[in-house]
């Protein structure tokens, strides 16, 4: 007898349920679609987590007549395409006639539904794929199905669920991202404790609003751009308002959830060096193209798509970022009096899960090591004159004024006190130089060099040697001049003309020691990154530099006229703000 025979219905079913019913999260995906395709614009979801665990999904959509209830849990029967050629237009968010009969397929499901113009509803119970009963019976306009003991005919699957509150921090956040990506329908959400989200119909900053809360809200700016057949809407939060994971940002193509990771990558492009490593903006993106430019066939779960014009649309996201931070005031303003953000419900039940990483206010810290000694004044005259003398050369847009400047002081050698206009600002000195630096070097002839006297010679272990043969072409296109000088050591004979008279021939070393102990260049733009953020770090004037008021109302005006001035390369904040309201409170002054 061979080894190969053909699996029974029972398997086959079981098999196919497993690719699109992952957990019961997955089953309220599903059945939120297809009350979404229904035409429903308020969807009720209630979910019991434990022993006697069920889902029941309610929507007021046009509802199914009897013989299509009979056929809607059999696998492929679909009622939103009629062939082949409708899969390259689909505007649906399920057409593959997977999701009910893929839930029936491995748990107790319950339908009642009602069209308009049926006098009664019709009640179907199918147990593991079975037709158990088709009845009539009263019911309201729409759909309401439940499902109990998912995953009872398949324990395998079932051992391997997650503790109760993880299962429903899943449901959550699809409920979420279906909420933001529909704010035209009223979702809500309810255990058998209490409600967890309510969204009403609305604008989709209402909706913000009731998922995350006012004060997000506040922070976010729209997006709105345009271009050819391609349009980006949505909003995203000021960089000050980060998280330490990617759960709170949510892409749309064409109203459909999906995860990329090239639209994730564009959308930090388009932040720059406003945020640091390893911290993530909210955002909600909603992009809509042609719906032939998109292959939505890609998983069963539909979360996933190929675009025809993927760098198209991921440079428009790039854009659009820029143009909506463009312009604005992204100076953090702190307030001491005022109470913790108040997490929303959704947020909460995020904290308690073990599968993300916990919503965190706290800026990134960044571990810059405090010198033991004072720079001399001497060196950081020499290092503020060399900015100064760039600064005054750089073009400024017509009509640019700066703001009145009084400084009032310096606090442990790292901190500025200053007042410009009513406000008063706390800057860091090393991170508001470093700024300077990096955007000088940024706009400088990348070949401009200077010839040393005496050469630099770096003696590297063998890693270095590796990496410093790759890297050799992308620092000398910034004006570096490297050879060989026997088997382990490398001579710098020239330098960026930037860095200015080279007192200090340890700056060359430092710079080249940061740029190889981060390995291997991925690509031009990364290299370009990490040449012009460690010149403008060794180049900067040093945490612990005692400044005369004169040298801080220098370094002050240089930074104000950067492009830039509210963030160093890194994504650290260069100035905090407080405002004469804040002081007012602060001094209890009415």
Same mark, same amino acid.
């Given at each position: 007898?061979?080894?190969?025979?053909?699996?029974?219905?029972?398997?086959?079913?079981?098999?196919?349920?497993?690719?699109?019913?992952?957990?019961?999260?997955?089953?309220?995906?599903?059945?939120?679609?297809?009350?979404?395709?229904?035409?429903?614009?308020?969807?009720?979801?209630?979910?019991?987590?434990?022993?006697?665990?069920?889902?029941?999904?309610?929507?007021?959509?046009?509802?199914?007549?009897?013989?299509?209830?009979?056929?809607?849990?059999?696998?492929?029967?679909?009622?939103?395409?009629?062939?082949?050629?409708?899969?390259?237009?689909?505007?649906?968010?399920?057409?593959?006639?997977?999701?009910?009969?893929?839930?029936?397929?491995?748990?107790?499901?319950?339908?009642?539904?009602?069209?308009?113009?049926?006098?009664?509803?019709?009640?179907?119970?199918?147990?593991?794929?079975?037709?158990?009963?088709?009845?009539?019976?009263?019911?309201?306009?729409?759909?309401?199905?439940?499902?109990?003991?998912?995953?009872?005919?398949?324990?395998?699957?079932?051992?391997?669920?997650?503790?109760?509150?993880?299962?429903?921090?899943?449901? %959550?956040?699809?409920?979420?991202?279906?909420?933001?990506?529909?704010?035209?329908?009223?979702?809500?959400?309810?255990?058998?404790?209490?409600?967890?989200?309510?969204?009403?119909?609305?604008?989709?900053?209402?909706?913000?609003?009731?998922?995350?809360?006012?004060?997000?809200?506040?922070?976010?700016?729209?997006?709105?751009?345009?271009?050819?057949?391609?349009?980006?809407?949505?909003?995203?939060?000021?960089?000050?308002?980060?998280?330490?994971?990617?759960?709170?940002?949510?892409?749309?193509?064409?109203?459909?959830?999906?995860?990329?990771?090239?639209?994730?990558?564009?959308?930090?492009?388009?932040?720059?060096?406003?945020?640091?490593?390893?911290?993530?903006?909210?955002?909600?993106?909603?992009?809509?193209?042609?719906?032939?430019?998109?292959?939505?066939?890609?998983?069963?779960?539909?979360?996933?798509?190929?675009?025809?014009?993927?760098?198209?649309?991921?440079?428009?996201?790039?854009?659009?970022?820029?143009?909506?931070?463009?312009?604005?005031?992204?100076?953090?303003?702190?307030?001491?009096?005022?109470?913790?953000?108040?997490?929303?419900?959704?947020?909460?039940?995020?904290?308690?899960?073990?599968?993300?990483?916990?919503?965190?206010?706290?800026?990134?810290?960044?571990?810059?090591?405090?010198?033991?000694?004072?720079?001399?004044?001497?060196?950081?005259?020499?290092?503020?004159?060399?900015?100064?003398?760039?600064?005054?050369?750089?073009?400024?847009?017509?009509?640019?004024?700066?703001?009145?400047?009084?400084?009032?002081?310096?606090?442990?050698?790292?901190?500025?006190?200053?007042?410009?206009?009513?406000?008063?600002? %706390?800057?860091?000195?090393?991170?508001?130089?470093?700024?300077?630096?990096?955007?000088?070097?940024?706009?400088?002839?990348?070949?401009?060099?200077?010839?040393?006297?005496?050469?630099?010679?770096?003696?590297?272990?063998?890693?270095?040697?590796?990496?410093?043969?790759?890297?050799?072409?992308?620092?000398?296109?910034?004006?570096?001049?490297?050879?060989?000088?026997?088997?382990?050591?490398?001579?710098?004979?020239?330098?960026?003309?930037?860095?200015?008279?080279?007192?200090?021939?340890?700056?060359?070393?430092?710079?080249?020691?940061?740029?190889?102990?981060?390995?291997?260049?991925?690509?031009?733009?990364?290299?370009?990154?990490?040449?012009?953020?460690?010149?403008?770090?060794?180049?900067?004037?040093?945490?612990?530099?005692?400044?005369?008021?004169?040298?801080?109302?220098?370094?002050?005006?240089?930074?104000?006229?950067?492009?830039?001035?509210?963030?160093?390369?890194?994504?650290?904040?260069?100035?905090?703000?407080?405002?004469?309201?804040?002081?007012?409170?602060?001094?209890?002054?009415?």
């Amino acid at each position: 007898m061979g080894k190969i025979h053909l699996l029974d219905n029972a398997s086959i079913n079981k098999i196919a349920a497993g690719e699109v019913i992952e957990r019961p999260a997955s089953v309220v995906k599903e059945l939120i679609e297809n009350s979404i395709d229904a035409g429903a614009d308020t969807i009720r979801i209630e979910v019991v987590m434990g022993q006697k665990s069920s889902i029941r999904i309610t929507d007021n959509g046009c509802g199914m007549s009897k013989d299509d209830a009979a056929l809607s849990f059999i696998k492929h029967a679909t009622s939103k395409i009629q062939n082949v050629e409708d899969i390259e237009t689909v505007k649906t968010m399920g057409f593959r006639g997977e999701a009910l009969s893929s839930i029936c397929a491995i748990a107790n499901v319950e339908i009642i539904t009602k069209t308009k113009d049926e006098l009664a509803g019709t009640k179907v119970i199918i147990r593991g794929g079975e037709l158990i009963s088709i009845d009539q019976t009263g019911a309201p306009e729409g759909t309401s199905i439940v499902v109990d003991e998912l995953f009872y005919n398949t324990p395998v699957r079932k051992k391997y669920l997650r503790s109760d509150s993880v299962e429903l921090a899943h449901i %959550i956040d699809v409920v979420t991202r279906m909420a933001l990506g529909h704010d035209k329908i009223s979702f809500s959400l309810s255990t058998k404790e209490k409600e967890v989200i309510r969204s009403p119909s609305s604008e989709l900053l209402d909706t913000i609003i009731h998922i995350y809360g006012q004060d997000i809200a506040r922070a976010m700016f729209p997006i709105d751009l345009v271009a050819g057949n391609i349009r980006i809407t949505g909003y995203i939060s000021k960089p000050e308002l980060l998280r330490s994971s990617l759960l709170f940002q949510s892409f749309f193509i064409n109203d459909r959830s999906i995860n990329s990771k090239a639209i994730g990558f564009a959308l930090r492009d388009g932040y720059g060096t406003l945020i640091p490593k390893g911290r993530f903006p909210i955002c909600i993106l909603k992009i809509y193209v042609d719906a032939r430019e998109v292959d939505v066939n890609v998983h069963p779960a539909k979360n996933q798509v190929r675009l025809s014009h993927e760098r198209e649309i991921c440079d428009m996201v790039t854009r659009s970022v820029r143009e909506a931070l463009s312009g604005k005031n992204l100076i953090p303003e702190i307030n001491i009096l005022s109470k913790q953000p108040k997490q929303s419900q959704l947020s909460g039940q995020l904290q308690r899960s073990l599968i993300y990483d916990a919503p965190d206010p706290r800026p990134q810290l960044v571990n810059e090591n405090m010198i033991d000694f004072r720079p001399s004044a001497k060196d950081t005259q020499r290092r503020l004159r060399r900015s100064e003398s760039s600064v005054a050369k750089m073009e400024k847009p017509a009509g640019m004024e700066l703001p009145q400047v009084k400084v009032l002081g310096q606090v442990d050698s790292l901190y500025m006190l200053v007042q410009i206009g009513e406000s008063l600002m %706390i800057i860091d000195q090393h991170a508001a130089h470093e700024r300077i630096f990096f955007e000088l070097v940024r706009a400088s002839k990348r070949d401009d060099s200077q010839e040393l006297i005496v050469p630099i010679n770096m003696d590297l272990d063998q890693r270095e040697v590796a990496l410093m043969k790759e890297t050799i072409p992308y620092l000398e296109e910034f004006g570096f001049r490297i050879s060989g000088f026997g088997q382990d050591t490398f001579a710098v004979t020239a330098v960026p003309i930037v860095l200015g008279k080279l007192e200090d021939p340890a700056m060359v070393h430092d710079i080249i020691s940061d740029i190889l102990s981060q390995g291997k260049i991925k690509n031009e733009t990364g290299i370009f990154e990490r040449v012009t953020k460690s010149i403008a770090c060794r180049s900067a004037v040093k945490a612990g530099a005692v400044c005369s008021t004169e040298q801080m109302e220098s370094l002050t005006r240089q930074l104000l006229q950067t492009e830039n001035p509210y963030t160093c390369p890194h994504g650290r904040p260069t100035m905090l703000s407080f405002n004469r309201q804040e002081l007012d409170k602060l001094f209890k002054r009415s």
